[in-house]
């Protein structure tokens, strides 16, 4: 077993989807372990997206990311990174495969609903992001 982080972004809470994508994790066998509502500052977001610090939509991306509450999760399940990123599909969601969660709901490649980290190293640094150990509990 192992553990992503999802991230429901400002788009997917506005537009009341948080239910829809959870329904949609939920079906693909994630097992959820840590769940909360935040609202990023433009520190904590500029922090979780430093990588992207140099790229031109990276302003746009803090704003986004600012504009409204977000729903970080922790998801487990054999492969979760891969697992969820195929879930998730491409980044842009008209390269989005069909079935794929941005491919049916984002509207563009900033608003893409849905974060999915990119590897295991990230995983672990992005969930401690936003959760310490006693937030996610024990499934067995
Ligand atoms: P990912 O979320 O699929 O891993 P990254 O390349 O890591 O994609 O980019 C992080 C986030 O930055 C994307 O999910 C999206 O919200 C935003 N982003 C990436 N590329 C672009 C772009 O070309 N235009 C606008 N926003 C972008
Ligand atoms: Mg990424």
């Not at 994508?21 to 430093?50: C, D, H, P, S, W």
């Not at 990276?58 to 487990?76: K, N, Q």
């Not at 399940?77 to 709901?105: M, S």
């Not at 974060?115 to 150990?133: K, L, M, T």
């Amino acid at each position: 077993m192992s553990r992503t982080l999802a991230i429901l972004k400002p788009d997917c809470v506005k537009r009341n989807l948080a239910g829809e994508v959870i329904a949609r994790i939920q079906k693909a066998n994630f097992k959820i372990v840590g769940l909360k509502m935040v609202r990023l500052t433009k520190e904590t977001a500029g922090e979780f997206y430093a990588v992207h610090k140099e790229r031109p939509f990276y302003a746009g991306l803090v704003e986004f990311m600012t504009s409204g509450p977000c729903v970080p999760i922790v998801l487990e399940k054999e492969d979760a990174f891969e697992e969820f990123r195929k879930l998730i599909g491409a980044t842009d969601p008209k390269e989005a495969a069909a079935g794929t969660i941005r491919r049916d709901f984002a509207e563009s490649k900033g608003e893409n609903i849905v974060h999915g980290s990119d590897s295991p190293e990230n995983a672990e640094r992005e969930i401690g992001f936003f959760f310490s150990e006693r937030e996610l509990v024990e499934l067995k």
